[in-house]
């Protein structure tokens, strides 16, 4: 089983900027694809950014140039560095991770969600 604990979020004015933070522990022998998706109410949950263990990255035309997903592997932790946030950025955030277990089945896991709110 994989646990995924999320930290970062919180009350931010327009303009400002959070870093988000998921670390992924558990019998993990490797990860593959790492990203951040959100979920604002009364909308559908959609991609924010994602990174293969690579390091491509992949961004939601809505935070391009803004927005910036990065991971730090030896710590199986993904972060998601946003600035110059909206209002429209407000939303509960979720981290996503697939990889293998050591006995080579494959994960998928979800953290918690942390709330991110942009207002003034």
């Known amino acids: 089983q994989v646990q995924l604990v999320e930290s970062g979020g919180g009350l931010v004015q327009p303009g400002g900027s959070l870093r988000l933070s998921c670390a992924a522990s558990?019998?993990?022998?490797?990860?593959?694809?790492m990203g951040w998706y959100r979920q604002a109410p009364g909308k559908e949950r959609e991609l924010v950014a994602a990174i293969t263990s690579g390091g491509i990255t992949n961004y939601a035309d809505s935070v391009k140039g803004r927005f910036t997903i990065s991971r730090d592997n030896a710590k199986n932790t993904v972060y998601l560095q946003m600035a110059s946030l909206k209002p429209e950025d407000t939303a509960v955030y979720y981290c996503?991770?697939?990889?293998?277990?050591?006995?080579?089945?494959?994960?998928?896991?979800w953290g918690q969600g942390t709330q991110v709110t942009v207002s003034s």
């Open positions: 558990g019998s993990i022998f490797s990860i593959n694809a």
């Open positions: 996503n991770v697939d990889g293998h277990y050591y006995s080579g089945a494959l994960f998928g896991s």
